[in-house]
């Protein structure tokens, strides 16, 4: 079992729509990654959280530590949002950071 | 050019020969990680150096998988003998320094083993 799930797998919506992508991981991660991929197999990195909220443009993410939960939503899609968004963490261990990834979310948003 | 840069992007190697594939962090970034992301998986961890020091080799799949970053900056990871299952993208990332940092990638190298 993976250690940090994401759902849905795949999603499609219509251009405008607001979107939510949820991630849940049952290890304890000091923080909370979130990534985009684009085809072609760059990864951006959107934000790194450790609690509360954070926004940037049309994308906000959100964390909550205790339900070891974290949301990433996107306000008014569009179709360049189309990606692969992957949530990811690193252990709470000191010197070294690695990530555990999570499966990806495919986003497909259609004009 | 200030992002984390790899090379080659694209590599076909047949079955059972070596390849070498190059990362250059950001410049100043302390910590490297290679990542393997086999296609339509997420990426997997394989190894992290702080400065020059590997300090994490524990997601290399087996001892034909080499890495090294002898100055502390470029890092190259070699796999020996290659095989069908090392075809993936190979990612790396930087950090600024030790400690929980946000992780700049690299656009990657794709493997194919024929």
Same mark, same amino acid.
């Given at each position: 079992k993976n250690e940090v799930e994401q759902s849905p797998q795949n999603l499609t919506a219509q251009e405008g729509e607001f979107i939510t992508i949820n991630c849940s991981y049952s290890v304890g991660i000091s923080a909370l990654h979130w990534l985009q991929q684009h085809p072609g197999g760059g990864i951006v990195s959107l934000f790194m959280l450790s609690s509360g909220k954070k926004k940037h443009g049309r994308l906000i993410a959100t964390i909550n530590i205790q339900e070891k939960h974290s949301s990433l939503h996107i306000t008014a899609s569009h179709p360049r949002d189309s990606a692969v968004y992957i949530c990811a963490g690193p252990y709470s261990n000191f010197g070294n950071e690695k990530l555990t990834f999570g499966t990806g979310t495919r986003l497909t948003i259609i004009p | 050019g200030a992002g984390v840069s790899q090379s080659p992007r694209y590599k076909v190697a047949k079955r059972g020969q070596d390849v070498a594939l190059r990362c250059d962090p950001i410049s100043g970034h302390v910590s490297l990680f290679w990542y393997q992301q086999a296609l339509g998986q997420g990426p997997e961890f394989l190894t992290y150096f702080q400065n020059e020091a590997q =300090? %994490?080799? +524990? &997601? =290399?799949? +087996? %001892? @034909?998988f080499f890495a090294e970053r002898p100055e502390g900056s470029v890092s190259t990871l070699k796999i020996q003998r290659? !095989? !069908?299952? %090392? +075809?993936a993208v190979y990612l790396c990332a930087s950090s @600024? !320094? &030790?400690?929980?940092w946000e992780q700049y990638f690299g656009p990657g190298t794709r493997l194919t083993v024929t």
């Open positions: - | =300090l %994490d080799k +524990s &997601g =290399l799949p +087996s %001892d @034909r290659t !095989q !069908q299952e %090392d +075809s @600024r !320094q &030790g400690g929980v």
